[in-house]
């Protein structure tokens, strides 16, 4: 049985929370960068987050469990020209859907999306957007997500 835990919206105050979070899951996906580019990163996060949440375009859940923070989500909101698809263009980006190792499979990321859908609902948006790692994907499609065949992404690094 699974102990209980708490969810809450973070505020400017938790800042470096997040910061921590987004780092612990990239250091999972992807290449830790060079040391003289990991403080410039660390700052492009604090900039990121202060900025997007004072402007409420980026919001973020936390699971507290004994006053530590176990997982945490994030949601960006973005605007796009309208096409056929989102005639209005808005659309909502999940992102940074972390849970520590110990914590997963109880739950808990149901739990916090289920919160960013009450946040993106009230905005009355209905176009949602996420990339996925491979541990995740059982989690979105279980709430409906596809992999959107009219809109591969392709990136170009300069």
Known sequence: MISMYSLRKAN?????????FR????????????NKEFEIFQNSLKD???NNMKSNEFIAWFAEFDNEIIATSGLSFLQKPPHFVNITGKFAYIMNMYTKPKWRKKGI???????????IKSRGIQSI????????R???EKYGFRENDGDKE????L
Do not use: C, R
């Open 12 to 20: 400017l105050n938790d800042i470096d929370k997040l910061i921590e």
């Open 23 to 34: 780092i612990e899951f990239l250091k999972e996906i992807q290449e830790y960068p060079p």
């Open 138 to 140: 059982h989690l979105y």
């Open 48 to 50: 990121f987050f202060l």
């Open 129 to 136: 957007v996420l990339h996925t790692t491979l541990g995740g």
């Open 109 to 119: 990321g149901s739990a916090l999306l289920e919160k960013l859908f009450e946040e």
């Open 154 to 157: 392709m990136i170009l690094k």
